[in-house]
């Protein structure tokens, strides 16, 4: 598990390559982004800074995991973020763009 400051910086150290590359049109991630699919327990928080990501490089797609569908009724499969299609993944998650 990582806190936020370690994803944080782990995502600063990405953003040059990402930028000298053009840009991304996924993202992918393990964990959701903060209030994005996420929980308030700290083992199910989504990261702020995966948020920041897709404000600054606004991916197509941001596919993430973690947040089994069988942990409640109410948690999307797919969801937006600006121009960003947020899809909870995890099991498995068939995606027409």
Do not use: W
Request: glycine letters at 8%; hydrophobic letters at 35%.
């Amino acid at each position: 598990m990582y806190t936020e400051k370690q994803m944080a910086r782990r995502a600063r150290r990405l953003r040059l390559a990402i930028r000298r590359s053009g840009g991304i049109d996924v993202l992918v991630t393990h964990a959701p982004a903060r209030h994005l699919n996420d929980f308030e327990s700290m083992s199910h928080r989504g990261f702020e800074c995966f948020n920041d990501l897709m404000d600054e490089f606004e991916p197509k797609l941001f596919a993430h995991g973690h947040v089994h569908r069988s942990y409640g009724m109410n948690i999307p499969r797919k969801t937006e973020r600006g121009s960003t299609l947020v899809v909870n993944a995890c099991g498995y998650c068939v995606i027409d763009l």
